[in-house]
Nanobody, 122 residues
Framework: QVQLVESGGGLVQAGGSLRLSCAASGLTFSTYGMGWFRQAPGKEREFVAGLRCGGNTYYADSVKGRFTISRDNAKSTVYLRMNSVKPEDTAVYYC????????????????WGQGTQVTVSS
C-alpha cells in the first residue's frame, strides 16, 4: 500500500522560509518522479515543482528562484524548500508520485498525499 505523508506546513510571515517534507512508503521511491502541487481556496490545484528520478527539476514560473525541490532516496523523502514566501503562496500543498519517473507538470501522478496547509501572513 502506497502512502505519501506530508509535513512541515504552518503559519509563516511574508519573506520567511519553510521546508515541506513528504515521506513515501510502499513504492520503489528512487524510480518515481515526484511533484509538489498546491490548491488555494476557490482555485484549481496547480503544479508547483517536480523532480525527475534522474534529477532534473521543474518549477512553476510563480515560484522559480524561490522554491527548491529535492529528494533523499535513502529516506524515501521529497522536500520543498520555500524561501521568500508571499501571501499568494497560501494553499494546501500536496506531494504526488509519478510512476513514469518524469515528475513533470503534465505527468499522470498515481499517488497523492493528504496535504499540508501553508499560510503566509502579510
Amino acid at each position: 500500500q502506497v502512502q505519501l505523508v506530508e509535513s512541515g506546513g504552518g503559519l509563516v510571515q511574508a519573506g520567511g522560509s519553510l521546508r515541506l517534507s513528504c515521506a513515501a512508503s510502499g513504492l520503489t521511491f528512487s524510480t518515481y518522479g515526484m511533484g509538489w502541487f498546491r490548491q488555494a481556496p476557490g482555485k484549481e490545484r496547480e503544479f508547483v515543482a517536480g523532480l525527475r528520478c534522474g534529477g532534473n527539476t521543474y518549477y512553476a514560473d510563480s515560484v522559480k528562484g524561490r522554491f527548491t525541490i529535492s529528494r533523499d532516496n535513502a529516506k524515501s523523502t521529497v522536500y520543498l524548500r520555500m524561501n521568500s514566501v508571499k501571501p499568494e503562496d497560501t494553499a494546501v500543498y500536496y506531494c504526488a508520485a509519478d510512476s513514469s519517473g518524469r515528475g513533470t507538470w503534465y505527468s499522470s501522478y498515481a499517488y497523492w498525499g493528504q496535504g499540508t496547509q501553508v499560510t503566509v501572513s502579510s
